[in-house]
């Protein structure tokens, strides 16, 4: 606990936008953060798993423990015992709950800027390398493709998106005006779905 306490702790104390490390990556999170809810408190996800912030699970209470938690009123930090308590009752409630009844479930939250750093830090760890992976060529695709292709890849997992043969032929390929006919995602919004689209037709119009 004491090691991710502090991996989260060197994390959070440059802000999101200071992040010198994480310009290029800032970029291709464009469109996830569009489109992802970003929530400060502690939530129920669709996994029954205890989440914060852009869908970053917290699986133990140790792991919520390690986040920089404050009361909502005041601003003055959690202590430990606080946050157990939070999350002991936000996991009491399950998924599918409204948003108002896991805010109401406890005042903590996380300060400004820490939600985004957090999914930044999920996608240069997680996200990024299995792209490159599965897409040997992704640092050269145009940055429009690239966009789409992280925000598929955080919406579906990497294994979801991998079953996109004929999107990740198309884009071994250059040809992204292909790949725009093979993004659509079931279940996820048609507007959603559009926008990755468009971005695709964006990448085939650039010039190599």
Not at 75 to 104: D, N, W
Request: aromatic share 6%.
């Amino acid at each position: 606990m004491a090691r991710t306490a502090s991996r989260t702790a060197s994390l959070i104390q440059t802000s999101f936008g200071d992040r010198v490390a994480t310009n290029d990556t800032r970029s291709l999170c464009a469109e996830l953060l569009r489109w992802e809810s970003c929530r400060p408190h502690m939530y129920v996800d669709g996994r029954g798993f205890v989440a914060t912030g852009v869908d970053h699970a917290l699986p133990t209470v140790d792991a919520a423990i390690a986040l920089p938690w404050r009361h909502r009123a005041t601003g003055l930090s959690a202590t430990p015992a606080e946050i157990q308590r939070a999350f002991v009752r936000v996991r009491a409630l399950g998924p599918r709950q409204k948003t108002l009844s896991y805010r109401l479930a406890s005042d903590v939250v996380l300060p400004a800027g820490v939600a985004g750093d957090l999914a930044i830090a999920r996608i240069e760890r997680d996200v990024l390398p299995g792209l490159r992976r599965l897409c040997p060529d992704f640092d050269r695709y145009p940055l429009p493709a690239r966009r789409a292709l992280v925000d598929m890849a955080f919406d579906l997992g990497l294994a979801g998106l991998a079953r996109f043969r004929k999107l990740i032929t198309a884009c071994a390929q250059r040809d992204f005006a292909t790949a725009a006919n093979h993004c659509h995602r079931r279940g996820s919004r048609e507007t959603r779905n559009a926008a990755m689209r468009i971005l695709f037709l964006e990448a085939a119009n650039v010039r190599a």
